[in-house]
């Protein structure tokens, strides 16, 4: 499977997905803690993709959204941002608002 198809089929498994370094119980960087912190103070259900186990998914991901850097938020589908971006969005209801539109909640 290619690493797009592989990154497809994460992103389209759940309605809000986060590439991340770690995982929710034990994220491996400030950055991805944030934006964890971020989604479970939203009250969101989400799927994590742990970067760091899967070194075709670290670079895929980058490469697919063409963003430089990890976390990497989906929601249903849709590129959103990392965790600077979600941290302002969060901030302003932004976010809020997308996950409550997009998700349904």
Same mark, same amino acid.
């Given at each position: 499977? +290619?690493? *797009?198809?592989? /990154? +497809?089929?994460? /992103? &389209?498994?759940?309605?809000?997905? #986060?590439? =991340? ?10 950055? *991805?803690?944030?934006?964890?912190? /971020? ?5 969101? &259900?989400?799927? @994590?993709?742990?970067? #760091?186990?899967?070194? &075709?998914?670290?670079? %895929?991901?980058?490469?697919? *959204?063409?963003?430089? @850097? /990890? ?6 589908? !849709?590129?959103?941002?990392? +965790?600077?971006?979600?941290? !302002? =969005?969060?901030?302003? %209801? !932004? #976010?809020?608002?997308? #996950?409550? @539109?997009?998700?349904? +909640?």
């Amino acid at each position: 499977m +290619s690493d *797009s198809k592989k /990154i +497809s089929n994460l /992103i &389209e498994k759940d309605n809000v997905v #986060l590439f =991340m370094k770690g995982n929710r119980g034990f994220p491996q960087c400030g950055f *991805s803690g944030r934006a964890i912190q /971020i989604l479970q103070a939203l009250g969101t &259900e989400f799927d @994590t993709a742990d970067v #760091l186990t899967d070194d &075709e998914i670290r670079q %895929g991901i980058k490469d697919y *959204s063409n963003w430089p @850097t /990890i976390p990497q938020l989906y929601i249903d589908g !849709e590129f959103v941002g990392g +965790s600077d971006i979600m941290m !302002e =969005m969060y901030q302003n %209801g !932004e #976010l809020k608002t997308k #996950l409550d @539109t997009k998700t349904g +909640s």
